[in-house]
């Protein structure tokens, strides 16, 4: 999924900028992926992959909190 190394090539181009104020888009499947990959890291001491999987009420606080951080931001969604 995706386009591989495509952060690599364009963090160069990248600039950190507060997101007070600036109109922002959420890509839905890419706000899901990206959700479920921090949650992921949620349990590094996990024996295995299948014991890491976090269940659906932890992927929706996860996604619950990372929307709230968006909101305290002012960004206009």
Do not use: W
Not at 11 to 20: D, T, W
Not at 30 to 59: D, K, M, T, W
């Amino acid at each position: 999924m995706g386009i591989p190394h495509l952060i690599t090539f364009l963090r160069p181009f990248s600039v950190r900028e507060a997101l007070r104020g600036q109109s922002i888009i959420i890509d839905g499947p890419g706000l899901c992926y990206h959700v479920y990959h921090v949650s992921l890291g949620l349990r590094p001491n996990a024996p295995n992959y299948f014991e890491a999987v976090p269940s659906y009420q932890e992927i929706g606080e996860a996604l619950l909190a990372y929307l709230k951080g968006l909101e305290k931001s002012d960004a206009v969604m």
